[in-house]
């Protein structure tokens, strides 16, 4: 087998396991809600243990050595804990294999800002939030709602890390043809897959998508911070470089 060809071999197994992982999260959200009348499973709070959320506030990582990044405890006494019988593998992307200074980061994976939370930063309190499956009905619908996500490794260079939820800046503007201003992500999607990203779906379903824009195509390095915010400007939503921004943005949160 020639190089090329083993890079290739990898780069799917790894789309594969990583699709396989986001089902996995995917479902034990799912159960959640089955579990507790219809109400989704919180989202990372700013304040309060882990065992209130998801992931929790002490699950943000960083570059260096924040304990987040390694601490096993978090992913046991989680609310998901109990839905993935305390596996660990289940929240990093395999293809996620750049350490920070204390090992290997435990989790690539967030949740959509405004999935189990009604967080109001910026344009977010102009969006939905889903606190109930019965809510997620149309505009998106369950099968273009993202839940999990794949987050990239420039928030945890040009922030305090990367925390549980993951959230887009001025996503929610009522049409493209109304918006004002450069499009952006507050928080980056990721790219680990030759450029393309993880997700999963409110209806159960996962996919990995492929990035169009340079912006986005940001290589996993410890020297993200060099990228500065460049990686977050994906220009005018109405012109040709904003495909990515339109594609995200209407599978998120829907204007209230």
């Known amino acids: 087998m020639s190089r090329k060809s083993a890079s290739s071999a990898k780069s799917k197994a790894y789309q594969t396991q990583c699709v ?13 809600a089955g579990d507790f009348n219809d109400v989704l499973m919180p989202n990372s709070p700013s304040t309060g243990g882990s065992g209130l959320s998801w992931c929790g506030s002490a699950a943000v990582e960083d570059w260096g050595f924040r ?4 601490n096993t405890m978090i992913y046991q006494t989680n609310l998901m804990a109990g839905y993935m019988s305390s596996q660990l593998g289940v929240y990093r992307c395999p293809a ?5 200074d204390n090992g290997q980061r435990i989790r690539t994976y967030s949740m959509q800002g405004q999935i189990g939370s009604t967080l109001t930063y910026g344009n977010q309190a102009y969006a939905k939030s889903y606190l109930k499956m019965g809510g997620i009905t149309s505009d998106p619908g369950p099968s273009d709602l993202i839940v999990f996500l794949e987050e990239s490794g420039v928030d945890l260079a040009n922030s305090t890390g990367i ?8 996503a929610f503007s009522a049409t493209a043809g109304t918006f004002s201003g450069q499009a952006s992500f507050l928080d980056v999607p ?12 409110a209806d159960g379903h996962s996919e990995i998508h492929k990035w169009s824009n340079a912006g986005l195509k940001i290589p996993v390095t410890k020297n993200m911070a060099s990228f500065g915010l ?14 990515d ?12």
């Open 20 to 32: 396989s992982n986001l089902k996995q999260l995917q479902l034990g959200w799912i159960v959640y």
């Open 67 to 70: 304990d987040g990044n390694t």
């Open 96 to 100: 996620d294999i750049v350490p920070s």
């Open 163 to 170: 925390d549980g939820w993951l959230q887009v800046n001025n």
């Open 190 to 201: 990721g790219a680990y897959h030759k450029w393309s990203c993880g997700f999963s779906f």
């Open 230 to 243: 460049s990686g977050l400007i994906v220009g005018n939503p109405t012109g040709p470089t904003a495909t």
């Open 245 to 256: 921004w339109l594609w995200f943005t209407s599978h998120c949160a829907g204007h209230k």
